[in-house]
């Protein structure tokens, strides 16, 4: 099995925030966010966890909030997306619940990791944040101190999957400056020239 299922009970964290997010939302998603887009794709994008008013919302990766505005408007641009639809690459996070405060503690992230290996095949990946990178680099069965993350760095892993690193597209880091949309559409144009998408 390489999604968690609806109920999923192995955070009890989080279990206790969606619980408490059906009682107030019942009409929103309010479970695990399932991968967006086929995991044959050439290029698989990971992110840090479903945002409340976006995915934890909708049910579909970076829909809905300002993050994923800026990503598929990015993608849209390579065409690897049309509309809201991804062509040619998968969209996942490390973390598959809302944290509270969108901060999975270090447990969280461990007990998710298994589904995020499950399914990240994809030859290039790109990585949103420093969080999504450490979870993909051991995902990959990679060590963290041979590969750091950097925005734009480049990690060769040993099963030959390639990693890209980027700033999360998030609103703070795009309200910040930390991450133009130029900075990210130049990762994604190494990732699609990596991977010949």
């Known amino acids: ?38 995991l044959d794709a050439p290029i698989a994008i990971v992110g840090l966890a479903p945002g409340k008013h976006g995915a934890n919302r909708t049910g579909r990766a970076f829909t809905g909030d300002a993050s994923g505005d800026l990503l598929f408007a990015t993608l849209r641009k390579f065409g690897l997306a049309e509309g809201d639809e991804p062509r040619g690459v998968a969209i996942l996070n490390a973390v598959r619940c809302l944290p509270p405060e969108n901060k999975p503690e270090p447990a969280e992230i461990h007990a998710c990791r298994p589904f995020l290996a499950a399914e990240l095949k994809a030859p290039v990946v790109i990585a949103l944040g420093q969080i999504a990178h450490q979870s993909a680099v051991k995902a990959m069965g990679g060590k963290l101190p041979k590969h750091r993350f950097a925005h734009g760095a480049e990690h060769r892993m040993h099963k030959g999957q390639l990693l890209l690193d980027s700033y999360h597209c998030s609103r703070y880091n795009q309200n910040t400056g930390r991450l133009t949309p ?6 994604v144009a190494r990732a699609v020239a990596l991977s010949g998408a």
């Open 1 to 38: 099995m390489t999604e968690p299922s609806r109920d999923c009970p192995l955070c009890p964290r989080l279990v206790a925030l969606r619980t408490e997010l059906r009682a107030a939302h019942p009409d929103w998603w309010n479970a695990p966010v399932p991968t967006l887009g086929s």
């Open 182 to 187: 130029e900075m990210l559409e130049a990762v």
